[in-house]
């Protein structure tokens, strides 16, 4: 058995650690895969004789566009064996690994025993002396103590702080923004989003399916948050708004959206507008001269200053929700809202 250890780039939510580690679980030869979202590592423990490591490293890539990098000199065999001689049973690294941490286990029962054994002999045996020299010189003791141990002030230990909840943060909305459902709905969903990034492309059902079931109760506002470890993120939103310039940028959203598996290039970008019904021309000068990217920066900026840290990241009312999380998730905070007005 082998362990390799990575580095992950570009793990940019909590989504992501269960993404990963879904794709690696029922890869033959793998024996387990823990992921880490804090420190972005992963350790795989695997068999080499039925995987390699370099195909592990391509799982990793193809979930989400990750990036790995090996963080051990090599790649670390975790149990080795000479071979089995015919008729001979083998032991599987799985029985070795349970057997060595059972035995560590005991080792460590019997060393705390007879530490705390030995302590509290050497407790008792102060207790002793201490009571006897008390005994024999009773003032001395008293006076000795005194002098010795000053009087302790009284120190009024404060009530555990409760951890503060995230602050509802308050946007500006208005008809120019990029708004989908009614425009006076009571709870608002403002999404920043890459059009690039995989978890995005998962969550977009789920905002779709929210406002066919929350019709007239929920509006969707779009703002831009390109990666840029997504090389065509920046392109692909600053497309959308060009696609606004001529009334369908909602059509574009959805077109790009639907075709993100297939990768994106400003080439596709081009005829996907086409395929939409765009003027070609005035789509093409736009997308070319940049005009839209200060605005993509703009919608950036402002979610940096709200505590965006990654995409999808949806404030309901003010309130971040950080991630694809399943639509069950969002009707639960929807419900709550509605129900109290």
């Known amino acids: ?24 679980s029922p890869v033959a030869g793998i024996l387990t895969a823990k992921v880490n979202y804090e420190s972005h590592k992963a350790v795989i423990i695997y068999d080499q004789q039925r995987v390699k490591g370099e195909e592990i490293k391509q ?21 080795s064996q000479a071979p089995a001689s015919a008729g001979e049973m083998v032991q599987p690294a799985s029985d070795y690994l349970a057997g060595a941490e059972a035995k560590f286990s005991k080792i460590l029962f019997w060393n705390g025993f007879f530490t705390s054994v030995s302590i509290i002999s050497i407790i008792i045996n102060i207790i002793l002396v201490v009571n006897w020299y008390r005994v024999a010189n009773p003032a001395s003791v008293v006076a000795k103590a005194k002098a ?18 995230a602050a509802i943060q308050t946007f500006a909305i208005s008809k120019i923004d990029h708004i989908r459902g009614n425009y006076d709905a009571p709870v608002t969903l403002v999404e920043f989003s890459d059009f690039e990034c995989p978890f995005c492309e998962r969550h977009y059902p789920t ?18 948050f390109p990666l840029t470890f997504h090389p065509n993120a920046q392109k692909a939103a600053e497309a959308s708004e060009c696609a606004d310039e001529q009334g369908k ?4 959203h959805d077109k790009l959206f639907d075709n993100q598996p297939g990768g994106y290039s400003v080439d596709k970008f081009k005829i996907w507008a086409a395929e939409i019904g765009l003027n070609g021309d005035k789509f093409n000068n736009c997308l070319d ?13 402002e979610g940096q200053t709200k505590g965006v840290q990654g995409t999808p990241a949806t404030f309901v009312n003010g309130q971040i929700v950080s991630g694809a999380l399943p639509y069950e998730n969002f009707k639960q905070i929807i419900d709550s809202i509605i129900n109290k007005k």
């Open 207 to 224: 905002l779709k399916k929210i406002l066919t079931d929350y019709k007239d109760q929920v509006r969707l506002v779009y703002k831009h």
């Open 59 to 79: 799982i990793i890539k193809n979930a989400g566009s990750f990036d790995t990098e090996q963080i051990s000199d090599n790649e670390e065999p975790i149990f």
């Open 148 to 165: 010795v141990i000053p009087a302790q002030p009284t120190v009024n230990t404060p009530p555990p702080t409760q951890p503060t909840p």
């Open 1 to 24: 058995m082998h362990k390799l250890k990575l580095k992950i780039r570009g793990m940019n939510c909590a989504a992501c650690v269960q993404t990963i580690e879904e794709k690696l």
């Open 249 to 252: 940028f909602w059509e574009y």
């Open 289 to 301: 001269s940049g005009k839209y990217a200060q605005k993509v920066a703009t919608d950036q900026q």
